[in-house]
């Protein structure tokens, strides 16, 4: 489907040049209609139907008969309120058919208020919170009232059915259609033309921790310690190189006096390395990457400074009021990527060299100032040309995506850029260096949008930045050791791209690679909320005007906050074919002082959990149980820096799995099977090389154990209470089946 959305984007800049202000607004095809359903109320009045785009969406049934009316309101967007009225309380059921990517959510409200939390799931959603059903194929959102009870169930073909109960006299649903598109103004998000990137982006970038002194010794260091602490097993992919290798035949060419550092721009900029800091150059890192068993990602920008080009060609860029090239700070001139003979010789032949020599992710940086710096400040160029400043840009990607094939990862990089939706796979959301804040922000944008990206990640962190957005400037700062947990975890609790950036003795010392290696991978999610935790970000996105923007230099009202007050709780719900349990993370993040966490209570209700049930809790960190609830349960007091990782899994009658010490999900990374048969509990994980698995089991008293078995081996157990610890030591990274047995009085 991308590849007709890239030759539609083609089509409207290099055959059709001058239609392009009509054709650039066209839907592109299998979009679907911006309109209200159309409400169908049943005999004896029900009964109803919602029909949209054609299909019947939702199928309602009324204990009684009610009153139902639809109102539609119509400004830049399309809110329809179908209202129901009786005279007397009656049962509601609505059977909702959604496509594969049809979720359960929850709208912002009362729940929130009482419970501030960051929720996102993992599989089909059934949490008590939710009251909306979100189908991103078709970019529509339905809502119920609050304390609506929603089922999720995938179907045999694929799809998804939602059954959703509430009892009211007077009830109100509410259906936006493009919701994400036109609520959310993100004009660019047409969900039916590209998947979101669904695999962990996990690694390493050479940014942070060497900046502009990175070699190719530095990186076959990297490389080999890497493979000796198997951090390919663990799940992490890719070695990403930054700006350091670029520019070897630029030596002594003139380049803008705007330039800022960032020369070249030609296709041999990015192709032809620098033979003093990579004497073989690009291939011969893809290789050695390759070979260390990684996947090779390079950083590269959408720049343009060589000076000899631009006298050569000063039509190939976006003109100035005076007529001639314009330049502008960071990205100096910017390409006029609606050209064919532009992206022939200027952009296509890099995209296609990454793509030749191997390259699986590339990150393409200074976009933002292309568009703010050089576009927006040529307003009357675009006018002009026919052409909206955005879809230059949009062209640019367009020639990446196209070169660089589906499979490549493309990460957009600085700052959110709602123009890039649809063609890169994630966003960096923030200014340099890693943004914690920047995924609260973001967070119903990760799944459905794109990835996000809150920058590298330095588990022990050594310096920090003086200022924000562009970094130049640096101090030395000293972290605390739980720093090495808490920040990796945070990513991968998030769902959000966990690129590390330390220097090798970090990594050389294994108590600083616990948390990375319990983070990694990286599940894919969605949000468990279409709201955003802070929406201060997004609501700027909805009011403001894009061409507003004119200086990428400083962070933009739109782009995340790195640093500020971190969510408490994160809540990731889990629903596998084996199994389902939510884990609750509890993070003391300090802002400013370092002040531990009070002793407190949660309520289940207000995690979305059923109260009536009784829950067992383990704390993944400390591998304690905390013991069985219901209702509620106590947390103590949590040191700065410190993080709690909840499992919560309903009590069964019967032994069942606690939690697993391999990640941080306590089972949903590595656990391929699971079931209870014949007084067994049954599994398959994937275990790695020389690192111990543990599985905590809880065993009710009228069990006992009569053997563990992992592979062909019998497994060492530890009792502690009621928990019973199985533990297996691999020889080797693989599956392994293991067969708890039990007799029960």
């Known amino acids: ?106 709208t912002r409200g009362a729940a929130q208020v009482t419970f501030p ?52 006299r007077e009830a109100e649903i509410i259906f936006r259609p493009r919701y994400y598109q036109k609520h959310k103004n993100l004009p660019h998000f047409q969900p039916w033309t590209y998947q979101v990137y669904k695999e962990s982006v996990t690694g390493w970038s050479s940014w ?22 198997h951090f390919a097993d663990y799940g992490y992919r890719f070695i990403q190189i930054d700006d350091v290798f670029q520019g070897g035949q630029d030596a002594g060419r ?16 990015w192709l032809d390395w620098k033979k003093d800091l990579f004497p073989g150059g690009l291939s011969a890192y893809v290789s050695s990457v390759k070979q260390a068993g990684f996947k090779p ?57 990454f793509k030749n020599a191997g390259v699986e992710y590339v990150k393409i940086d200074q976009l933002r100032h292309y568009l703010y710096d050089n576009l927006h400040n040529n307003l009357e160029w675009c006018e002009e040309q026919g052409i909206q400043p955005y879809e230059v840009l949009r062209a640019y990607l367009g020639v990446a995506r196209e070169e660089l094939g589906d499979n ?90 966990l690129m590390l950036s330390d220097k090798p003795d970090v990594y050389q010392k294994d108590r600083n690679l616990y948390g990375l290696r319990r983070s990694a991978p990286v599940l894919f999610s969605v949000p468990g909320q279409l709201y955003d935790f802070d929406p201060v970000k997004t609501d700027q996105i909805i009011a403001s005007e894009r061409t507003d923007i004119t200086s990428g230099k400083r962070p933009s009202p739109i782009d995340g906050d790195q640093f500020g007050e971190i969510c408490t709780f994160w809540l990731n719900e889990f629903n596998t074919s084996y199994e389902n349990w ?26 979305g959990l059923d109260s009536c049930r009784e829950y067992l809790i383990y704390e993944f960190w400390t591998g304690k149980f905390l013991g069985a609830f219901s209702e509620n349960f ?44 014949d007084n067994s509990l049954v599994g398959r994980s994937r275990m790695v090389v020389d690192d111990e698995y543990i599985l905590s089991l809880y065993v009710p008293e009228d069990y006992h154990l009569s053997g563990a078995m992992v592979g062909r081996m019998e497994a060492r157990v530890e009792w502690e209470g009621r928990v019973l610890k199985i533990f297996h030591l691999p020889e080797q990274t693989t599956s392994l089946s293991w067969t708890i047995s039990f007799e029960k009085d």
């Open 1 to 106: 489907m991308r590849k007709l959305f890239i030759s539609c984007i083609f089509l409207l800049f290099f055959l059709n040049i001058n239609s392009l202000d009509q054709a650039s607004n066209k839907e592109l095809p299998g979009g679907p209609e911006n309109a209200p359903s159309l409400l169908e109320v049943g005999d004896q009045q029900q009964s109803f139907t919602l029909t949209y785009n054609g299909s019947i969406i939702v199928k309602g049934k009324l204990s009684g008969p009610a009153i139902l009316s639809s109102d539609v309101l119509e400004e830049k967007t399309i809110t329809q309120h179908i209202s129901l009225k009786s005279e007397e309380r009656i049962h509601v059921e609505l059977l909702v058919h959604g496509s594969s990517e049809a979720l359960a959510a929850e």
């Open 117 to 168: 939390l960051v929720r996102t799931s993992h599989g089909l959603s059934n949490n008590l919170r939710n009251n909306a059903i979100y189908d991103r194929n078709m970019d529509w959102m339905l809502e119920a009232p609050e304390g609506t009870q929603i089922q999720s169930d995938r179907l045999r073909d694929g799809s998804t059915r939602f059954t959703l109960t509430f009892s009211a």
């Open 208 to 229: 942070w921790a060497f900046f502009r002194e990175f070699t190719e010794q530095d990186n076959a260091q990297i490389l080999e310690l890497w493979q000796e602490k």
């Open 254 to 269: 003139e380049n803008s006096e705007l330039a800022s550092g960032y020369l070249g721009g030609r296709p041999t900029t």
């Open 297 to 353: 990602a390079v950083w590269m920008g959408c720049f343009f400074s060589d000076m000899e080009t631009v006298n050569q060609h000063p039509g190939w860029f976006v003109q100035g009021s005076d007529g001639k090239p314009a330049a502008a700070p960071w990205v100096s001139y910017a390409m006029d990527a609606t050209q064919k003979e532009v992206v022939d010789a200027l952009i296509r032949p890099t995209f296609r060299g």
């Open 408 to 497: 490549t990862f493309i990460l957009s990089c600085w700052g959110v850029l709602p123009e890039s939706i649809g063609l890169a796979d994630a966003c960096r959301i923030g200014g340099d260096g890693y943004g914690p804040v920047t995924m609260q922000q973001y967070n119903s944008w990760n799944g459905i949008v794109w990835r996000n990206d809150p920058d590298h990640c330095d588990v022990l962190p050594r310096k920090k930045a003086r200022g924000a957005g562009n970094v130049t400037l640096t101090e030395s700062i000293e972290a605390v050791d739980r720093e090495s947990i808490i920040r990796p975890a945070l990513a991968s609790i998030a769902g959000a791209m």
């Open 582 to 607: 939510s884990v609750l993370h509890r993070l003391n993040w300090p802002k400013g002082k370092n002040q531990s966490l009070e002793v407190l209570s949660v309520k289940f209700a207000n995690l």
């Open 634 to 677: 106590p947390l103590g007091e949590l040191e700065p820096y410190g993080l709690e990782s909840l499992a919560i899994r309903e009590k069964l009658d019967r032994p069942q799995l606690l939690s697993t010490n391999r990640h941080l999900s306590q089972g949903a990374a590595e656990v391929e099977m699971l079931r209870w048969e």
